[in-house]
């Protein structure tokens, strides 16, 4: 495969060319969504980062395996008065089976990562469904050594892993401050050390989602669940395993930790992580008034926010930071976000318009080759989108009469701006069924002043005039251009 992309590997800290272990067959595993409450921006940035990556290296020709799951037990927030998880929480005082709970925020997540045009993974396990293999993973690193049972939970024994393997080699964490500050809470702990981690819980009564096990009837510990499915669907040794900074530590440490002592190997080659998303330079949560839902940012019902957000406005957004920096949402970053999707929007719908010259003043050619040099650098999706504004400038000079472009550089362009805006950085107008029905009235009109065209080569003024003036008064303002016309509904 004639490419040179380099991501970053959070395991090295370095840039590293991509070479997948058996091309070209990728294999690319994203820790999902924890699936309650409604989709936020932290969980837009993980899903739209791995959605350019699995694009892209789609459009490389990888055959790509992407898998994202759902955790939907194990690692769940818990309630503050009684500690009981929320799904169980939920599910007990409605009445509802679990399992119930979590399809219905799971659609709710689905359709907010359609409208935000983020393709859906290959495989999307759920954590649930997967019991027997994470038993079987508990079972491996028992025999191996590395954990041991305790009042019918079993836990992962750290210090023990330590002296054997490099626990901290991701996170950069030194396990001798890690075991020395956390080794006096032990006292009345079931864990020899409290910075063991949980391979399997024993249930309290009121734990509902629960499954027999050799030790207790009781639920997977929540980093178990990856290792598991991880090996399940991509083999003991696959290539990119991604997901958000805040999961370096303990959750992505943990993994490796339990693939080594479990398989006697790592897993993973590639290991990224996506930066965190602020708002107005503070972190997001609750207790701070600035946790806003996708959905709130759709409908612009949050009162940070000045109007509603389309969901392409949000992904481009999110598209306009590299995957490795913060990004801080603001209102008014947002709306000048909005107006430059728009600009290129634009253009690249102006591209249908253009009439081909003779001869192109205009180069350009190296257009497409710095597009993939952006995308070769650790996926660097700002310098795209830079790229492609310099093509906007270009398209609007055209359309101005300043310059002309040949038919063969035409394409090109088209092309250009197919391949990136659409197929790579998956930004498109957006869509929705108002959407489309717009766009065929659009034809229609585009159709009509067709027939004025014609009729004004024939020199058929009345019919140029009455087709002119009707659409007037249905609120469309046609111009008249050097290649033709333009239009536009006033409303
Ligand atoms: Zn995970």
Redesign the pocket.
């Known amino acids: 495969m004639e490419h040179r992309l380099t991501i970053y590997n959070t395991l090295s800290r370095k840039k590293e060319q991509f070479v997948p272990a058996h091309s070209p067959h990728v294999g690319m595993y994203v820790?999902g969504p924890t699936v309650y409450g409604d989709g936020h921006l932290g969980h837009a940035r993980p899903a739209i980062t791995f959605d350019i990556l699995y694009r892209y290296l789609t459009h490389l020709g990888y055959k790509v395996r992407y898998v994202r799951?759902i955790t939907d037990v194990g690692h769940l927030e818990h309630d503050a008065d009684d500690g009981e998880d929320k799904i169980t929480k939920k599910a007990r005082l409605e009445q509802l089976e679990p399992m119930g709970v979590v399809q219905y925020y799971l659609n709710r997540y689905h359709k907010a990562m359609e409208k935000l045009n983020v393709l859906p993974p290959s495989i999307e396990p759920h954590a649930s469904g997967h019991i027997i293999e994470q038993l079987e993973f508990v079972r491996k690193i028992l025999d191996a050594g590395y954990a041991y049972v305790s009042e019918g939970s079993v836990y992962f024994d750290v210090e023990k892993y330590s002296k054997d393997h490099h626990y901290g080699k991701l996170s950069g964490r030194n396990i001798d401050e890690l075991l020395s500050t956390t080794r006096e809470l032990d006292g009345q702990s079931e864990k020899r050390n409290s910075a063991d981690f949980a391979l399997w819980k024993k249930a309290s009564p009121e734990h509902i989602m629960n499954w027999p096990s050799e030790w207790s009837q009781g639920y997977p510990g929540w980093?178990l669940?990856?290792s598991a499915m991880g090996t399940k669907y991509l083999g003991e040794e696959f290539d990119i395993h991604g997901?958000g900074m805040d999961?370096l530590f303990p959750?992505?440490e943990c993994?490796i930790a339990q693939s080594v002592a479990a398989l006697g190997h790592e897993s993973v080659r590639y290991w990224m992580h996506n930066n965190m998303i602020t708002i107005n330079g503070t972190k997001m949560g609750k207790s701070l008034g600035n946790f806003i839902t996708l959905d709130e940012f759709f409908e612009g019902t949050h009162p940070l926010l000045s109007q509603p957000f389309s969901p392409m406005t949000i992904r481009f957004f999110i598209l306009q930071a590299h995957y490795r920096s913060t990004v801080d949402f603001s209102d008014e970053a947002l709306i000048a976000s909005e107006k430059g999707l728009q600009r290129l929007m634009e253009a690249n719908a102006h591209l249908d318009k253009i009439t081909p010259a003779e001869r192109s003043t205009v180069d350009i050619r190296s257009l497409r080759s710095k597009c993939y040099e952006a995308m070769n650098d650790d996926l660097n999706s700002p310098i795209v989108i830079s790229h492609l504004f310099e093509g906007a400038r270009t398209i609007n000079t055209i359309i101005a009469g300043k310059e002309t472009i040949n038919a063969e550089d035409l394409e090109e362009l088209k092309s250009v701006y197919h391949t990136f805006l659409h197929d790579i950085l998956g930004l498109t107008a957006e869509t929705g069924a108002n959407d489309e029905r717009e766009a065929a009235y659009g034809k229609v009109v585009d159709m009509l002043l067709e027939q004025r065209l014609k009729a004004k080569a024939n020199k058929d003024w009345a019919t140029s005039d009455q087709i002119r003036d009707q659409l007037a008064v249905l609120g469309f303002e046609v111009k008249d251009t050097k290649d033709g016309f333009e239009w536009k509904l006033n409303t």
Do not use: K, V
């Open positions: 820790c799951n980093h669940e990856c997901g999961l959750h992505h993994e």
